[in-house]
């Protein structure tokens, strides 16, 4: 008995979509790391990063353009859609190149982040992508989770700290590696069903690599924060 010819094409269409959404995001996350690389091995690159006018609005400023390209990559060309990811992603890494300057990493250290924030993301991805279950109830846990961390995030800064109490920083760092390992799951899935309802159309491979990408990049960071220290 032959199988639906239907049914072959659209799994494999899948198939290929999301290969290039994965190979989307290495790429993203490959410039990410030689960007920061690169910069974070000249004191003098840090020094100017950090003394630039507006460094102090530098990560708001680019959850701000993350928010934007989320929006309106779809809309935009082609070339200009992997060109606005592309260059996203290299100006995140310049500005992760302080993190070597900031925190007390050794090679070991970020080693064993790296593999433990890739060894989740993979772990999340495959079963968002094979998974049965409808995962879009996790979707507004996860933000109202998030946005609690980031409420205690300022807490802890603003106040415990200042006030000699012991922080809250490990066990935050932790819950948002829990967070952002949903979204990877969560973003997986959707990113599946939006080619099953639309097709390849309007970037969505960039759309798609975009949120993988700053899922993983989320998760990098906190499990730094674990395993990285302070100087």
Same mark, same amino acid.
């Given at each position: 008995?032959?199988?639906?010819?239907?049914?072959?094409?659209?799994?494999?269409?899948?198939?290929?979509?999301?290969?290039?959404?994965?190979?989307?995001?290495?790429?993203?996350?490959?410039?990410? #790391?030689?960007?920061?690389?690169?910069?974070?091995?000249?004191?003098?690159?840090?020094?100017?990063?950090?003394?630039?006018?507006?460094?102090?609005?530098?990560?708001?400023?680019? #959850?701000?353009?993350?928010?934007?390209?989320?929006?309106?990559?779809?809309?935009?060309?082609?070339?200009?859609?992997?060109?606005?990811?592309?260059?996203?992603?290299?100006?995140?890494?310049?500005?992760? #190149?302080?993190?070597?300057?900031?925190?007390?990493?050794?090679?070991?250290?970020?080693?064993?982040?790296? #593999?433990?924030?890739?060894?989740?993301?993979?772990?999340?991805?495959?079963?968002?992508?094979?998974?049965?279950?409808?995962?879009?109830?996790?979707?507004?846990?996860?933000?109202?989770?998030?946005?609690?961390?980031?409420?205690?995030?300022?807490?802890?800064?603003?106040?415990?700290?200042?006030?000699?109490?012991?922080?809250?920083?490990?066990?935050?760092?932790?819950?948002?590696?829990?967070?952002?390992?949903?979204?990877?799951?969560?973003?997986?899935?959707?990113?599946?069903?939006?080619?099953?309802?639309?097709?390849?159309?309007?970037?969505?491979?960039?759309?798609?690599?975009?949120?993988?990408?700053?899922?993983?990049?989320?998760?990098?960071?906190?499990?730094?924060?674990?395993?990285?220290?302070?100087?």
């Amino acid at each position: 008995m032959r199988g639906d010819p239907l049914g072959i094409e659209l799994h494999s269409g899948v198939g290929r979509f999301m290969k290039a959404v994965y190979a989307w995001t290495l790429t993203g996350v490959g410039l990410t #790391a030689a960007t920061a690389g690169l910069l974070g091995r000249s004191p003098e690159s840090v020094a100017a990063l950090g003394e630039a006018p507006g460094s102090g609005l530098l990560w708001p400023a680019l #959850a701000v353009l993350a928010l934007a390209c989320g929006t309106r990559l779809h809309q935009l060309p082609p070339r200009l859609a992997r060109a606005a990811f592309l260059g996203f992603s290299a100006l995140f890494g310049a500005a992760l #190149a302080w993190i070597g300057a900031v925190t007390a990493l050794t090679p070991g250290r970020l080693g064993l982040a790296v #593999a433990v924030a890739c060894g989740v993301f993979v772990v999340l991805a495959v079963f968002g992508s094979r998974t049965r279950r409808d995962l879009s109830g996790w979707g507004p846990v996860l933000m109202a989770a998030l946005l609690g961390s980031i409420i205690a995030v300022v807490l802890d800064l603003g106040v415990l700290r200042g006030a000699g109490v012991p922080g809250l920083d490990t066990g935050v760092q932790a819950l948002l590696c829990g967070i952002f390992a949903g979204f990877v799951a969560h973003d997986t899935q959707k990113i599946k069903q939006m080619y099953r309802a639309h097709g390849p159309r309007d970037n969505l491979a960039v759309v798609g690599a975009l949120k993988l990408y700053l899922d993983f990049v989320n998760l990098l960071l906190a499990t730094l924060r674990l395993v990285g220290g302070y100087r």
